[in-house]
């Protein structure tokens, strides 16, 4: 299944993100990172659908929060779309 992977500095930051995206009316999940995708040690993801990407980001631009990366898993992939 397709989505993408938003991530964060840190823990705290990922819970204010997904605290913004739960304003916006946007599903997401909190999760470590796989360690191949990042080299900080306490960096956290979201998961949002590729449908909600765009709103995702507009919402957690509005709350002057911006995200460390941002990667496409698709076909058992990640591809970097953003940093």
């Known amino acids: 299944m ?11 930051y990922a819970q204010r993100m997904q605290k913004s995206l739960s ?4 599903r997401c999940q909190i999760f470590r990172p ?10 956290y993801a979201l ?3 590729v449908s909600d990407l765009t709103a995702a980001l507009t919402a957690l631009h509005k709350d002057g929060m911006d995200p460390v990366q941002i ?4 076909r058992g992939l990640y591809q970097e779309v953003r940093s």
């Not at 992977?5 to 705290?12: D, E, G, H, M």
């Not at 304003?23 to 946007?26: K, L, N, Q, V």
């Not at 990667?71 to 698709?74: D, P, R, V």
């Open 34 to 43: 796989p360690r191949d995708l990042t080299n900080l040690g306490c960096a």
């Open 47 to 49: 998961r949002v659908s």
């Open 2 to 12: 397709e989505h993408y992977i938003i991530l964060a500095r840190s823990v705290t």
């Open 23 to 26: 304003r916006a009316g946007i």
């Open 71 to 74: 990667f496409l898993y698709q």
